[in-house]
Protein backbone atom coordinates (compact mmCIF):
# COMPACT_ATOMS: atom_id res chain seq x y z
CA UNK A 1 0.00 0.00 0.00
CA UNK A 2 1.35 3.70 -0.64
CA UNK A 3 1.25 6.21 1.94
CA UNK A 4 -1.87 8.79 0.76
CA UNK A 5 -2.31 12.62 0.78
CA UNK A 6 -5.27 14.52 0.54
CA UNK A 7 -5.75 17.18 -1.64
CA UNK A 8 -6.56 21.15 0.52
CA UNK A 9 -9.89 22.37 -1.10
CA UNK A 10 -10.57 19.70 -3.40
CA UNK A 11 -13.31 16.93 -3.76
CA UNK A 12 -10.61 14.48 -5.45
CA UNK A 13 -9.75 11.15 -3.88
CA UNK A 14 -6.96 10.42 -1.76
CA UNK A 15 -3.37 10.51 -4.32
CA UNK A 16 -0.72 8.35 -3.78
CA UNK A 17 2.60 9.41 -2.56
CA UNK A 18 4.30 8.50 -6.05
CA UNK A 19 8.25 7.22 -6.38
CA UNK A 20 10.66 8.95 -7.98
CA UNK A 21 14.60 8.76 -7.87
CA UNK A 22 16.77 10.66 -6.17
CA UNK A 23 18.34 13.41 -8.44
CA UNK A 24 21.01 11.56 -11.27
CA UNK A 25 23.54 14.20 -9.96
CA UNK A 26 23.47 13.25 -6.67
CA UNK A 27 24.94 10.04 -7.58
CA UNK A 28 27.17 10.74 -10.23
CA UNK A 29 24.79 9.35 -13.16
CA UNK A 30 24.29 10.62 -16.33
CA UNK A 31 21.80 8.63 -17.07
CA UNK A 32 18.33 8.64 -14.72
CA UNK A 33 18.13 4.84 -15.82
CA UNK A 34 21.09 4.00 -13.93
CA UNK A 35 19.82 5.70 -10.42
CA UNK A 36 19.00 2.97 -7.66
CA UNK A 37 18.23 5.29 -5.09
CA UNK A 38 14.63 6.53 -4.60
CA UNK A 39 14.62 8.14 -1.69
CA UNK A 40 16.20 9.23 2.24
CA UNK A 41 15.45 10.58 5.29
CA UNK A 42 17.65 11.30 7.99
CA UNK A 43 17.81 9.77 11.90
CA UNK A 44 20.21 11.88 13.81
CA UNK A 45 23.06 13.19 12.98
CA UNK A 46 24.82 10.07 11.79
CA UNK A 47 22.04 7.56 10.89
CA UNK A 48 19.89 7.80 7.67
CA UNK A 49 17.36 5.90 5.76
CA UNK A 50 17.99 4.92 2.42
CA UNK A 51 15.57 4.15 -0.28
CA UNK A 52 15.87 1.88 -3.37
CA UNK A 53 14.58 -0.24 -6.00
CA UNK A 54 16.21 -3.03 -8.18
CA UNK A 55 15.05 -3.55 -11.27
CA UNK A 56 13.80 -7.48 -12.52
CA UNK A 57 16.09 -7.11 -15.19
CA UNK A 58 19.29 -5.14 -16.18
CA UNK A 59 21.67 -4.87 -19.12
CA UNK A 60 24.72 -4.98 -17.60
CA UNK A 61 23.93 -5.93 -13.58
CA UNK A 62 22.46 -9.43 -15.75
CA UNK A 63 20.83 -11.86 -13.27
CA UNK A 64 22.57 -15.06 -12.35
CA UNK A 65 20.97 -17.93 -13.93
CA UNK A 66 18.33 -16.14 -14.08
CA UNK A 67 16.49 -15.88 -11.05
CA UNK A 68 18.32 -14.22 -8.75
CA UNK A 69 19.95 -10.35 -8.64
CA UNK A 70 23.05 -10.06 -8.87
CA UNK A 71 25.23 -9.56 -6.25
CA UNK A 72 27.22 -6.53 -7.66
CA UNK A 73 24.60 -4.26 -7.91
CA UNK A 74 25.20 -4.11 -3.97
CA UNK A 75 28.31 -2.60 -4.67
CA UNK A 76 26.66 0.13 -7.15
CA UNK A 77 23.81 1.04 -4.73
CA UNK A 78 26.43 1.29 -1.50
CA UNK A 79 28.30 3.84 -3.89
CA UNK A 80 25.30 5.81 -4.54
CA UNK A 81 24.53 6.18 -0.72
CA UNK A 82 27.84 7.86 -0.33
CA UNK A 83 27.69 10.90 -2.71
CA UNK A 84 23.82 11.16 -2.23
CA UNK A 85 24.61 11.87 1.48
CA UNK A 86 27.54 14.09 0.75
CA UNK A 87 25.63 16.18 -1.52
CA UNK A 88 22.03 16.14 -0.05
CA UNK A 89 22.92 15.77 3.96
CA UNK A 90 26.67 16.67 4.14
CA UNK A 91 26.25 20.22 1.81
CA UNK A 92 28.83 18.64 -0.85
CA UNK A 93 28.82 21.38 -3.82
CA UNK A 94 28.40 19.49 -6.77
CA UNK A 95 31.04 19.15 -9.10
CA UNK A 96 33.45 18.31 -6.23
CA UNK A 97 35.22 15.31 -6.94
CA UNK A 98 35.01 11.64 -4.95
CA UNK A 99 37.75 9.34 -4.52
CA UNK A 100 36.74 6.19 -3.30
CA UNK A 101 39.16 3.86 -0.89
CA UNK A 102 37.47 1.05 -0.24
CA UNK A 103 34.04 -0.73 -0.96
CA UNK A 104 32.63 -4.07 0.55
CA UNK A 105 29.47 -6.32 0.74
CA UNK A 106 28.11 -9.73 1.91
CA UNK A 107 24.79 -10.88 0.70
CA UNK A 108 22.22 -13.21 2.34
CA UNK A 109 21.90 -15.23 -0.57
CA UNK A 110 18.17 -16.15 0.06
CA UNK A 111 17.14 -12.73 0.07
CA UNK A 112 18.12 -11.85 -3.64
CA UNK A 113 15.49 -13.85 -5.48
CA UNK A 114 14.01 -11.99 -8.34
CA UNK A 115 10.47 -11.80 -7.95
CA UNK A 116 7.50 -10.55 -9.89
CA UNK A 117 8.18 -6.78 -9.00
CA UNK A 118 11.09 -4.66 -8.47
CA UNK A 119 12.47 -5.20 -4.84
CA UNK A 120 11.91 -2.60 -2.91
CA UNK A 121 14.47 -1.61 -0.77
CA UNK A 122 14.99 0.46 2.59
CA UNK A 123 18.79 0.74 3.82
CA UNK A 124 19.78 2.15 6.62
CA UNK A 125 23.16 3.80 6.95
CA UNK A 126 25.82 4.81 9.59
CA UNK A 127 28.06 7.24 8.51
CA UNK A 128 31.60 7.86 10.70
CA UNK A 129 35.03 9.07 11.03
CA UNK A 130 33.51 11.92 9.18
CA UNK A 131 36.20 14.60 8.39
CA UNK A 132 35.86 18.20 7.62
CA UNK A 133 38.11 21.11 6.45
CA UNK A 134 35.94 24.32 8.42
CA UNK A 135 32.43 23.22 7.58
CA UNK A 136 33.26 21.42 4.59
CA UNK A 137 33.35 17.61 3.89
CA UNK A 138 36.64 16.09 2.89
CA UNK A 139 35.82 12.34 3.40
CA UNK A 140 33.62 10.06 5.43
CA UNK A 141 33.05 6.33 6.00
CA UNK A 142 29.61 4.80 6.08
CA UNK A 143 28.20 1.04 6.88
CA UNK A 144 24.95 -0.06 4.97
CA UNK A 145 22.27 -2.49 5.94
CA UNK A 146 19.96 -3.74 2.73
CA UNK A 147 16.59 -4.69 3.72
CA UNK A 148 14.02 -6.43 1.93
CA UNK A 149 10.73 -7.69 3.18
CA UNK A 150 11.95 -6.63 6.76
CA UNK A 151 14.95 -9.16 6.04
CA UNK A 152 18.93 -8.08 5.87
CA UNK A 153 19.47 -9.16 2.48
CA UNK A 154 22.80 -7.72 2.46
CA UNK A 155 25.27 -5.54 4.31
CA UNK A 156 28.27 -2.94 2.99
CA UNK A 157 30.45 -0.32 3.33
CA UNK A 158 32.78 2.27 1.35
CA UNK A 159 35.16 5.31 2.39
CA UNK A 160 35.86 8.39 0.40
CA UNK A 161 37.38 11.36 -0.19
CA UNK A 162 36.04 14.49 -1.86
CA UNK A 163 37.60 17.82 -3.24
CA UNK A 164 36.84 20.98 -4.65
CA UNK A 165 37.44 21.59 -8.60
CA UNK A 166 40.12 24.27 -7.72
CA UNK A 167 42.01 21.27 -5.60
CA UNK A 168 41.64 18.39 -8.01
CA UNK A 169 42.77 20.03 -10.76
CA UNK A 170 46.16 21.07 -9.45
CA UNK A 171 46.10 17.31 -8.42
CA UNK A 172 45.41 15.80 -11.59
CA UNK A 173 47.43 18.59 -13.01
CA UNK A 174 46.60 18.89 -17.33
CA UNK A 175 44.45 14.97 -17.54
CA UNK A 176 41.15 16.03 -18.69
CA UNK A 177 37.67 14.39 -18.17
CA UNK A 178 37.01 12.06 -21.25
CA UNK A 179 36.76 8.38 -22.04
CA UNK A 180 39.20 6.09 -23.67
CA UNK A 181 38.84 5.45 -26.61
CA UNK A 182 40.66 2.21 -27.57
CA UNK A 183 38.77 -1.02 -25.56
CA UNK A 184 42.79 -2.58 -25.76
CA UNK A 185 43.03 -6.12 -26.42
CA UNK A 186 40.94 -7.91 -28.02
CA UNK A 187 38.25 -9.82 -24.95
CA UNK A 188 38.53 -13.00 -23.94
CA UNK A 189 35.67 -15.41 -24.40
CA UNK A 190 33.12 -14.22 -23.17
CA UNK A 191 31.35 -17.08 -21.53
CA UNK A 192 34.41 -17.43 -19.99
CA UNK A 193 33.96 -14.67 -17.52
CA UNK A 194 30.03 -15.01 -17.26
CA UNK A 195 29.50 -12.70 -19.60
CA UNK A 196 26.99 -13.16 -23.00
CA UNK A 197 28.52 -9.94 -25.08
CA UNK A 198 31.61 -9.33 -26.01
CA UNK A 199 30.90 -5.53 -25.05
CA UNK A 200 30.98 -5.78 -21.31
CA UNK A 201 34.05 -8.26 -21.19
CA UNK A 202 36.64 -6.20 -19.26
CA UNK A 203 39.61 -8.80 -19.37
CA UNK A 204 41.69 -9.07 -22.26
CA UNK A 205 45.60 -10.15 -23.63
CA UNK A 206 45.61 -13.26 -21.13
CA UNK A 207 48.37 -14.79 -20.82
CA UNK A 208 48.02 -18.97 -21.96
CA UNK A 209 51.35 -19.74 -19.92
CA UNK A 210 50.30 -17.84 -17.02
CA UNK A 211 46.69 -18.60 -15.82
CA UNK A 212 45.08 -15.74 -14.36
CA UNK A 213 47.04 -12.72 -15.82
CA UNK A 214 44.86 -10.33 -17.90
CA UNK A 215 45.11 -6.68 -19.62
CA UNK A 216 41.88 -4.23 -18.53
CA UNK A 217 40.11 -3.80 -21.43
CA UNK A 218 38.17 -0.18 -20.75
CA UNK A 219 36.08 0.76 -23.55
CA UNK A 220 34.31 4.38 -23.12
CA UNK A 221 31.54 3.65 -25.10
CA UNK A 222 29.95 1.31 -22.68
CA UNK A 223 26.76 3.38 -21.61
CA UNK A 224 27.19 1.66 -17.78
CA UNK A 225 30.72 1.24 -17.28
CA UNK A 226 31.65 4.57 -18.48
CA UNK A 227 28.13 6.56 -17.88
CA UNK A 228 30.16 10.19 -18.36
CA UNK A 229 33.10 11.50 -19.33
CA UNK A 230 35.63 11.08 -16.64
CA UNK A 231 39.65 11.49 -16.22
CA UNK A 232 40.28 7.68 -14.63
CA UNK A 233 38.99 4.53 -15.21
CA UNK A 234 36.44 4.01 -12.45
CA UNK A 235 36.27 2.09 -9.42
CA UNK A 236 33.38 0.00 -10.89
CA UNK A 237 34.85 -1.44 -13.59
CA UNK A 238 38.38 -2.23 -11.26
CA UNK A 239 35.26 -4.36 -9.47
CA UNK A 240 34.10 -5.65 -12.30
CA UNK A 241 37.30 -7.12 -13.95
CA UNK A 242 37.75 -8.53 -10.30
CA UNK A 243 34.99 -10.51 -10.59
CA UNK A 244 35.24 -11.55 -13.99
CA UNK A 245 38.74 -12.48 -12.98
CA UNK A 246 36.98 -14.38 -9.84
CA UNK A 247 34.44 -15.93 -13.25
CA UNK A 248 37.31 -17.12 -15.14
CA UNK A 249 39.61 -19.03 -12.75
CA UNK A 250 36.14 -20.77 -10.88
CA UNK A 251 35.47 -24.19 -11.10
CA UNK A 252 32.08 -24.14 -12.18
CA UNK A 253 30.59 -22.14 -15.15
CA UNK A 254 28.05 -19.95 -13.20
CA UNK A 255 28.75 -17.80 -10.51
CA UNK A 256 27.33 -16.16 -7.42
CA UNK A 257 29.89 -13.33 -5.75
CA UNK A 258 28.44 -13.83 -2.55
CA UNK A 259 31.06 -11.21 -0.61
CA UNK A 260 33.63 -8.77 -2.18
CA UNK A 261 36.33 -6.33 -0.47
CA UNK A 262 37.91 -3.97 -2.30
CA UNK A 263 40.81 -1.19 -1.83
CA UNK A 264 41.58 1.41 -4.04
CA UNK A 265 45.38 2.62 -3.62
CA UNK A 266 45.69 5.82 -6.87
CA UNK A 267 43.90 6.79 -9.80
CA UNK A 268 43.69 4.38 -12.73
CA UNK A 269 44.66 6.14 -15.62
CA UNK A 270 43.58 6.05 -18.95
CA UNK A 271 46.51 6.25 -20.65
CA UNK A 272 49.00 3.22 -20.10
CA UNK A 273 47.63 -0.21 -19.66
CA UNK A 274 46.53 -2.04 -16.40
CA UNK A 275 46.98 -5.38 -15.45
CA UNK A 276 45.43 -7.62 -14.00
CA UNK A 277 46.47 -10.98 -11.36
CA UNK A 278 43.94 -13.72 -9.73
CA UNK A 279 45.14 -16.50 -7.65
CA UNK A 280 42.37 -19.00 -6.96
CA UNK A 281 41.98 -21.07 -3.79
CA UNK A 282 40.70 -24.54 -4.02
CA UNK A 283 36.95 -24.97 -3.35
CA UNK A 284 35.48 -26.41 -0.52
CA UNK A 285 32.89 -29.02 -0.34
CA UNK A 286 29.71 -26.75 -1.66
CA UNK A 287 32.15 -25.61 -4.32
CA UNK A 288 32.28 -21.87 -2.88
CA UNK A 289 35.90 -20.68 -3.05
CA UNK A 290 37.99 -17.34 -2.73
CA UNK A 291 39.62 -15.24 -5.40
CA UNK A 292 42.13 -13.02 -4.41
CA UNK A 293 42.87 -10.11 -7.65
CA UNK A 294 44.92 -7.01 -7.98
CA UNK A 295 45.39 -4.36 -10.44
CA UNK A 296 49.12 -3.15 -11.41
CA UNK A 297 49.69 -0.08 -13.70
CA UNK A 298 53.35 1.39 -14.17
CA UNK A 299 54.33 -1.22 -11.85
CA UNK A 300 52.25 0.59 -9.28
CA UNK A 301 49.56 -1.17 -6.90
CA UNK A 302 46.05 0.41 -8.26
CA UNK A 303 43.79 -1.91 -6.37
CA UNK A 304 43.53 -5.03 -4.86
CA UNK A 305 39.97 -7.13 -4.08
CA UNK A 306 38.95 -10.37 -2.45
CA UNK A 307 36.09 -12.20 -3.45
CA UNK A 308 34.45 -15.21 -2.21
CA UNK A 309 32.06 -16.91 -4.32
CA UNK A 310 29.84 -19.95 -4.89
CA UNK A 311 27.95 -21.87 -7.58
CA UNK A 312 24.43 -20.10 -8.15
CA UNK A 313 21.74 -20.93 -5.52
CA UNK A 314 19.88 -24.35 -6.14
CA UNK A 315 16.33 -24.39 -6.72
CA UNK A 316 13.44 -21.80 -7.59
CA UNK A 317 14.40 -18.39 -6.95
CA UNK A 318 10.81 -16.91 -6.90
CA UNK A 319 9.46 -15.05 -3.75
Known sequence: MYPSTT??????????RLTTTVPREFVHRAAVA????TGWSRVDEERFRVRAQWPRGHS?????????HDPMMVAETVRQVGSLLAHAEFDVPLGYQFLMWHLDYAVHTEHLAIGAAPAELVLDVVCSEVRRRGRVLTGMRYDVAVHRDGAVAATGSASFTCTSPEVYRRIRGPRLPGTPTEAGSPPVAPEHVGRASAFDVVLGGDDRDRPGRWLLRADGRH???FD??????????????????????APHPVVFP????????RYAELDSPVRIAADRDDPD??????????????DELLFSC??????????????
Open 223 to 225: PIL
Open 34 to 37: EVLL
Open 258 to 265: ASLTGAFH
Open 285 to 298: ASGSFVTRVSGHQD
Open 228 to 249: HPVDHIPGMVLLEAARQAATAL
Open 306 to 319: TISAAPPPAGPAAV
Open 60 to 68: FFTPVSGGW
Open 7 to 16: VPGSFAPDLP
